[in-house]
């Protein structure tokens, strides 16, 4: 996680890109700057699943 606002930014760490992806708000209050996070490409929308 590179950022957390409106929207998370996460840096996908085998490929190095850099996306902005919504999250439930249970989800965005456990996240902070350089946490790890699992998330699903699902029809070309990114969803963030859960916090590692």
């Not at 996680?1 to 890109?17: A, H």
Request: hydrophobic share 35%.
């Amino acid at each position: 996680v590179l950022s957390v606002g409106e929207k998370v930014s996460v840096m996908d760490l085998e490929s190095f890109e850099t996306m902005e992806i919504d999250c439930p708000e249970e989800i965005k209050s456990e996240l902070e700057v350089n946490s790890n996070v699992e998330y699903l490409d699902v029809e070309g929308k990114k969803i963030i699943r859960r916090k590692i």
